[in-house]
């Protein structure tokens, strides 16, 4: 798929991120650029910064220093709620244990970034059936989470990521909970489904194997990034 910004121009840019806990710095200066329709891993040990990261790219925390660019805007400097209206719009999300609302099915659930957007209930629905689909769940759009497995709970949270179109996806563990195949066929599917909208995928993860799978590897350690490692 042809990328809908410059080749060479990243999607998602920080620089000099720093942020900070009382007196420790979880981040402590961190550059990085996330190109359209890459997947990125970023490791590292418990409290590294990894985590951290990942929230201030994703507007969820604000840095305390150093600037965030999304398509070449800056975006670090939105308030709250135009944050959140970023988030809805431009990001997609997948957590380790899914967050999907357990009243609604899995087709209301996936639907939600574009209910929450103002866009028809009908339309909406639609586009979380098709990514369904695509994703191996028809015939289990009317199922609630507690009547799907935890690959298929993990799937639908997927859907509910790409149902919107987003630019930029941030998966946090998202195959933690998962045994090894179930998370490997699980991170496959995110991974296929995010390349056929042309989304970039920044995944945090502690599985060594899954971060190797991935085209490039960034290691985080005391809130700095440690190595680069490419493909």
């Given amino acids: 798929m042809t990328s809908a910004w410059p080749t060479g121009a990243p999607v998602l840019s920080g620089r000099g991120l720093v942020k900070r806990y009382g007196d420790q710095h979880a ?4 550059d990085i650029d996330i190109q359209p329709g890459e997947a990125v891993a970023i490791v590292g040990p418990s409290g590294s910064g990894k985590t951290s990261l990942l929230h201030v790219l994703a507007g969820i925390l604000r840095a305390d220093a150093g600037e ?13 709620k135009k944050r959140s209206e970023l988030r809805r719009r431009e990001f997609g999300f997948v957590f380790q244990s899914g967050m999907l609302v357990a009243e609604l099915t899995a087709e209301e659930n996936a639907a939600l970034p574009l209910l ?4 028809g209930r009908r339309e ?3 586009a979380a059936r098709e990514w369904l689909g695509k994703l191996g769940l028809r015939g289990k759009e009317t199922r609630r989470p ?9 799937r639908v949270a997927i859907a509910r990521a790409l149902t919107h179109r987003p630019k930029v996806i941030f998966a946090d ?6 045994d090894t195949r179930t998370g490997r066929d699980t991170m496959n599917a995110l991974l296929v489904a995010a390349a056929d909208t042309g989304a970039a995928v920044i995944v945090v993860t502690h599985d060594r194997e899954l971060a190797d799978s991935l085209p490039r590897t960034v290691a985080i350690r005391d809130g700095l990034i440690a190595t680069k490692v490419a493909a």
């Fill in 27 to 30: 981040l402590a200066g961190i």
């Fill in 124 to 126: 909406s629905i639609a």
């Fill in 173 to 178: 563990e998202p195959t933690g909970a998962l």
């Fill in 146 to 154: 507690g009547q799907l497995s935890g690959g298929e709970a993990q």
């Fill in 116 to 119: 929450l957007g103002g866009a």
């Fill in 68 to 80: 965030i660019t999304l398509s070449g805007r800056r975006i670090d400097q939105l308030g709250e």
